[in-house]
């Protein structure tokens, strides 16, 4: 087990990358965020709550369920969680929110979801970890918190104080 992130350190890249969407006000207005259920959400409802606290003007935030559009084959029972997309997409920016890009299919199947609720002008990416080297599709993030270079025999965990009790995030070889 290899500490990638330690509680101090995601408060910081989560406050990073807020202020990275904050770059450009007028831009922020224009954009949907939407976190990817159900691991996206914890991290996009931080970068929400910091958005807030550092002023940033009014923009729709929603979360969304991937569960009927993955194409990988699981083993147990998925239950599919809660689509949150009130509002409409067409023509703006949407800034999907996902805690680790590994393959890219996870991220394939938000983009077919997505489409069901329109026709955005942009879409684009924000991660937690970009795992750089194991992308089975063409899939890069526009923001991302830690780019790691690991091999397909190890797992990135992400612990959330929400969920798992404490903030961390850490590699795992898998025997």
Partial sequence: ???????EQMALTV????HQLLEDPALLEQTALIGIQPRGVFLSDRLVQELQRNGAPAFDYGRLDITFYRDDIRKELHVPAQTQID???EGKRVVLVDDVLYTGRTIRAALDALMDFGRPARVELLVLIDRRYTRELPVQPNYAGRAIDSIVSQKVKVLWKERDGRDEVIL???E
């Fill in 1 to 7: 087990m290899k500490p990638i992130l330690r509680s």
């Fill in 15 to 18: 406050s990073r990358l807020a």
């Fill in 87 to 89: 509002f409409s997409i």
């Fill in 172 to 174: 795992l070889d898998q």
